[in-house]
């Protein structure tokens, strides 16, 4: 049993090996169907002490949400550089971004599939993190019309508009990423995508319905 492997370390340390441990076991089975006591073995520890640091099945589960969501957020902003230009730090986020979902299939599987298909108080969770990836685009949606126009020329509704599809269509690529393109490859269809339509709303050349309407 994992018990019989027990040493002492730090609880950080500790917690870290029951966190890797839970994102595996919960991304190859899925939530409901992962067992605590394959989490312990795996982690290397008794099931007991799992529960003596996170208290349930749910608790561990919330826990591996929010690191994933944590560390995502993090790899994503420290590649963002203001001093570049928007379309460099659309692309420089864009890359940190399928770079670490490629480079952490389970943690992304946990983050956008298990955490959104087994109840709202998971489905909050990653839901809290996808609005502060919405909100960080849109400042810089919204730095890049400002520095295009002198002043703000898109309202406000469209800007954030723009920040949700673009984050969207990044996670739907996303789930395609870990079996057939890279994660270069990935950012270039997504930059592709966006960046054409966006070039184009920065030098005032705007899509209009027919009639004007």
Same mark, same amino acid.
């Given at each position: 049993?994992?018990?019989?492997?027990?040493?002492?370390? *730090?609880?950080?340390?500790?917690?870290?090996?029951?966190?890797?441990?839970?994102?595996? %076991?919960?991304?190859?089975?899925?939530?409901?169907? &992962?067992?605590? +006591?394959?989490?312990?073995?795996?982690?290397?520890?008794?099931?007991?002490?799992?529960?003596?640091?996170?208290?349930?099945? +749910?608790?561990?589960?919330?826990?591996?949400?929010?690191?994933?969501? &944590?560390?995502?957020?993090?790899?994503?902003? $420290?590649?963002?550089?203001?001093?570049?230009?928007?379309?460099?730090?659309?692309?420089?986020?864009?890359?940190?971004?399928?770079?670490?979902?490629?480079?952490?299939? +389970? !943690?992304?599987? %946990?983050?956008?599939?298990?955490?959104?298909? /087994?109840? *709202?108080?998971?489905?909050?969770?990653?839901?809290?993190?996808?609005?502060?990836?919405?909100?960080?685009?849109?400042?810089?949606? @919204?730095?890049?019309?400002?520095?295009? /126009?002198?002043?703000?020329?898109?309202?406000?509704?469209?800007?954030?508009?723009? &920040?949700? $599809?673009?984050? !969207?269509?990044?996670?739907?690529?996303?789930?395609?990423?870990?079996?057939? *393109?890279? &994660?270069?490859?990935? @950012?270039?269809?997504? #930059?592709?995508?966006?960046?054409?339509?966006?070039?184009?709303? #920065?030098?005032?050349?705007?899509?209009? *319905?027919? !009639?004007? !309407?």
């Amino acid at each position: 049993m994992g018990g019989g492997r027990t040493k002492r370390m *730090p609880r950080a340390e500790r917690e870290r090996q029951m966190l890797d441990a839970a994102v595996e %076991v919960i991304a190859r089975h899925g939530y409901t169907a &992962a067992s605590m +006591d394959e989490i312990a073995e795996l982690a290397g520890v008794s099931k007991p002490l799992v529960y003596l640091y996170l208290n349930s099945k +749910d608790d561990l589960f919330t826990a591996c949400i929010r690191r994933e969501a &944590a560390a995502l957020t993090e790899a994503v902003r $420290a590649a963002v550089r203001p001093s570049l230009p928007a379309d460099r730090q659309l692309w420089d986020g864009v890359q940190a971004f399928f770079t670490y979902t490629t480079e952490h299939p +389970d !943690g992304w599987t %946990v983050l956008h599939l298990q955490a959104r298909t /087994h109840g *709202p108080r998971f489905a909050a969770e990653a839901d809290a993190m996808r609005a502060e990836t919405v909100a960080f685009v849109t400042r810089l949606i @919204a730095s890049a019309a400002a520095e295009a /126009h002198g002043s703000r020329d898109l309202p406000d509704h469209e800007i954030a508009g723009l &920040a949700a $599809a673009l984050v !969207g269509a990044a996670e739907s690529l996303a789930d395609r990423t870990n079996t057939t *393109p890279t &994660a270069t490859q990935a @950012a270039t269809t997504l #930059m592709n995508f966006a960046w054409s339509g966006l070039g184009n709303l #920065m030098s005032g050349n705007r899509w209009t *319905p027919p !009639g004007g !309407g």
